[in-house]
């Protein structure tokens, strides 16, 4: 699961907190367990309280806690958070002033597009708990 670093990161933290939803957890304390920094980790968590996954307090005793119950988190939401694509795209700015490669280009771009809804639709039938076990 290292092909994209933040979402095997975000999946990895989630499926930890996921053990103890009320557990307050430092960037610190999560950047040291998944071998990174802790500014990566505030970046990537960050884009996961935007979305509504989790939450934070700053100060001596704050951190991060997940916003809501593991199972009503999916590998979907997390993926989507962060708004990247497992699946490459093939878009490109520049139109194919060859008629073949043009056609090749649009159907390989809707190809990609269906591979990429069926990722996020099969993502979305696991919650953050099955993950874990629990």
Do not use: F
Request: charged content about 25%; aromatic content about 2%; hydrophobic content about 40%.
């Amino acid at each position: 699961m290292k092909r994209n670093s933040r979402l095997s990161l975000a999946l990895h933290t989630l499926s930890h907190m996921a053990g103890d939803p009320e557990k307050m957890r430092t960037s610190a304390d999560i950047a040291e367990h998944a071998g990174t920094n802790p500014v990566v980790v505030r970046r990537v968590l960050g884009r996961l309280r935007e979305a509504g996954l989790l939450t934070s307090e700053k100060g001596h005793a704050g951190g991060w806690r997940l916003a809501r119950v593991p199972e009503a988190i999916t590998l979907a939401d997390v993926y989507l958070a962060l708004d990247e694509r497992l699946v490459a795209s093939s878009e490109d700015t520049d139109a194919p002033a060859c008629s073949v490669e043009h056609a090749l280009h649009k159907r390989v771009s809707s190809v990609l597009e269906d591979i990429e809804q069926s990722l996020v639709q099969r993502l979305g039938e696991t919650s953050i708990s099955e993950v874990r076990g629990t």
